[in-house]
């Protein structure tokens, strides 16, 4: 099961209208633009999950010598990537971040949908309004839809 | 055996593993309808441990990639996702009671079991012949199940 409708969080952003949805889930995110789960409305609806192994959702946090140790990956250009992820802000799976960090059970960045997984299962949950099934590495699920 | 032929020998067996892993030929051959089959086979155990009929089946195929990251237009899994009434008289718990009574003795690994309130439950499972299967009741009214059968290439 997949969401079946995505919103350009960011563009809305500008907006400035807020977001007429239930809930924000991201996946494998560097950066929301926003210092914390609350600026985006209420945080306990805010979903953010990565992969331990997501180079992109830990992009702003890879130290000076992470740039060397990527195979094929000229440091130059690493470091570039970087610095531009690093304009997004903390990642929404940063701790302090606030609102909830969701057991995502991947590999990588590419697998967020990955069928069976823990992830797309999380995804679903959130999706259905069925809070209390989602497994959580932090944050406070708020109460289900029904 | 000396060390000069230890290496071209680990050499071969490394290439040869790596042609297999491209290959798919470790993936099972089986079709689709072969597939479901087993697929359908494994839900009607988990309706019979819950106590009620399947409802709102789903069936169908999807890209899978196996064990050993094999992947290809022909390997293929299938998924099936039911609904299931709660028993008259019962929580789901109960029926989550017996399913992981069952998966217990048959030796499935118990990949999560979760209580939730109020006497709803998550129960998933791997099968020894790489069959996943979840329970889960997301209201007391009744249960989603989930069962996806391992990768299989078609023949």
């Not at chain 2, 022909?74 to 399913?99: C, F, H, K, L, W």
Request: net charge negative.
């Amino acid at each position: 099961m997949q969401p079946n409708v995505r919103i350009d969080i960011e563009g809305l952003r500008h907006t400035g209208v807020g977001l007429p949805v239930d809930d924000i889930v991201v996946a494998g995110s560097p950066g929301m633009h926003v210092d914390n789960a609350s600026q985006l409305g209420d945080a306990g609806h805010v979903w953010a999950g990565a992969s331990s192994t997501d180079p992109v959702a830990d992009a702003k946090f890879a130290d000076p010598w992470d740039k060397v140790l990527v195979p094929g990956l000229a440091p130059g250009i690493w470091a570039l990537e970087t610095a531009a992820d690093s304009t997004h802000g903390d990642a929404p799976t940063s701790a302090g971040f606030g609102g909830n960090n969701w057991v995502a059970g991947t590999g990588g960045h590419t697998s967020y949908w990955e069928p069976d997984s823990q992830s797309l299962k999380n995804q679903a949950r959130v999706s259905a309004g069925v809070y209390d099934e989602v497994t959580l590495h932090s944050g406070t699920a708020p109460g289900n839809l029904r | 055996m000396t060390p000069t032929r230890v290496l071209p020998l680990a050499a071969t067996a490394a290439t040869l593993l790596i042609i297999t892993a491209c290959s798919g030929e470790s993936v099972d051959v089986k079709s689709e309808a072969d597939t479901t089959a087993l697929v359908q086979a494994q839900a009607d155990t988990i309706a019979k441990l819950v106590g009620g009929p399947l409802e709102n089946p789903s069936t169908g195929p999807m890209p899978c990639t196996g064990k050993r990251g094999e992947s290809s237009s022909d390997i293929y899994s299938i998924q099936g996702a039911y609904n299931i009434t709660t028993p008259a008289g019962e929580t789901p718990r109960d029926g989550i009671a017996r399913v992981r009574a069952d998966w217990q003795a048959q030796g499935y690994t118990i990949t999560d079991d979760r209580d939730l309130e109020p006497n709803r439950g998550i129960i998933e499972a791997n099968t020894p012949d790489g069959f996943s299967l979840s329970v889960e009741s997301p209201a007391t009214e009744g249960f989603a199940i989930f069962v996806f059968s391992p990768c299989f290439t078609r023949p």
